[in-house]
């Protein structure tokens, strides 16, 4: 395998001219252009005889690189090159399988839909052992190659003292690796929320729902979980695309009343999100909204004075004038759950300041407004 990568990295110099290759590979092949010429100077400067009693001492092998040519070549390597490159010896899988190698990619794919609360449930999925043995779980052939290093992680509860001893020793369940093949084989239901749930489904356009989610690296698309409504069964959504998720931007449980902090900024032209829910057996989903003026003002901001007053006007204007959805109104010096069971209950209220978030609303505004 070594003579192999070795003579890969050789032909890089020949066929450079003829292919073009992608940046990291071009990036590779310039440390080991300087490696290999530095070598070359340095012989040809203060030549040697070989010894020949042992031809095979002067072999290059890509270990014999320093450590910070070999890191720099490792972080240019896909999670794939990566998994390669660990089975190839033991020195290699414990510089292929360091956290700072994974950390990079973790963040990269997954930064954005993972929030506190996944980091959690990761570290209670990895102290649970029947995980590993669950059918559920159990998968095949793994496109990105990740079926070998996979099986390290079943047979760290299973098998003789020494399987488990060299499993752990060559991936650890809490690695940042271990956590990255979860996610991408979808072994690992993990907590986001979803934008437009159901399909986009015209009772939940504009809003933003908690699920657990498990990702199909073939179609690469999520398929989503969603809390059961009161008696309901538990929704299933499959086919949910990266653009419609997002972390949780306040770590709180989707049954739990958000305590605002913001409710004295507020004033009109302003954009939030509300929580609400259908009746108290429902968990909370947020929903998208702008503050609006009072009925005594006239929506010139010279003389608004809506801010000062303690009842705040919320908008959704995804609704069309008249219905019954289309505004509430909060006291925001005594902002608890309020509504009734024929039109829900409103809870807590975020402030948006992030444009991007703000745009993201934008464009999963309706075509049509609804009734």
């Not at 996979?150 to 001893?165: A, F, N, P, Q, T």
């Not at 749930?197 to 969603?226: I, K, P």
């Not at 409504?229 to 499959?238: I, Q, S, T």
């Not at 009343?257 to 429902?282: C, M, T, Y």
Request: glycine share 6%; net charge neutral.
């Amino acid at each position: 395998m070594l003579l192999y990568f070795i003579i890969s990295c050789l032909s890089f110099f020949f066929l450079s001219k003829s292919f073009s290759l992608p940046s990291w590979a071009s990036e590779t092949k310039t440390l080991l252009s300087f490696y290999f010429s530095k070598n070359l100077f340095t012989t040809t400067l203060h030549p040697t005889t070989p010894d020949p009693a042992s031809p095979l001492d002067h072999q290059m092998s890509v270990l014999d690189l320093p450590d910070l040519a070999l890191d720099l070549i490792l972080e240019l390597l896909p999670p794939s090159g990566l998994s390669s490159m660990a089975k190839v010896c033991s020195s290699l899988r414990e510089r292929c399988v360091s956290d700072h190698l994974w950390e990079k990619h973790l963040i990269t794919k997954w930064g954005k839909v993972l929030g506190p609360a996944a980091h959690r449930d990761w570290r209670c999925y990895i102290s649970s052992s029947c995980h590993l043995d669950s059918p559920n779980n159990r998968i095949g052939h793994h496109p990105l190659g990740f079926d070998k290093i996979i099986s390290l992680i079943r047979s760290i509860s299973s098998g003789d003292e020494k399987r488990k001893r060299y499993a752990a020793s060559s991936l650890p369940l809490d690695s940042t690796m271990s956590f990255y093949l979860s996610l991408e084989t979808g072994r690992f239901w993990f907590p986001a929320q979803v934008y437009n749930r159901e399909n986009g489904h015209v009772g939940f356009m504009l809003s933003c729902y908690d699920a657990e989610l498990s990702y199909d690296t073939h179609t690469d698309t999520f398929q989503a979980r969603y809390a059961p409504h009161g008696r309901k069964a538990v929704a299933v959504e499959k086919g949910v695309t990266w653009e419609r998720l997002r972390a949780a931007p306040i770590d709180i449980s989707p049954h739990h009343l958000h305590v605002s902090d913001s409710l004295n900024e507020l004033k009109p032209g302003d954009h939030i999100e509300i929580q609400w829910r259908r009746n108290k057996a429902f968990p909370y989903g947020w929903w998208y909204g702008v503050v609006g003026h009072l009925e005594s003002c006239d929506g010139n901001l010279n003389h608004c004075h809506c801010h000062l007053n303690e009842m705040v006007v919320l908008e959704f204007n995804q609704y069309t004038v008249g219905s019954r959805w289309r505004r509430t109104m909060i006291n925001k010096r005594d902002h608890r759950e309020e509504g009734n069971e024929e039109e829900g209950f409103y809870g807590g209220i975020r402030k948006l300041s992030c444009k991007e978030e703000i745009a993201m609303w934008t464009r999963l505004w309706p075509s049509s407004i609804l009734e």
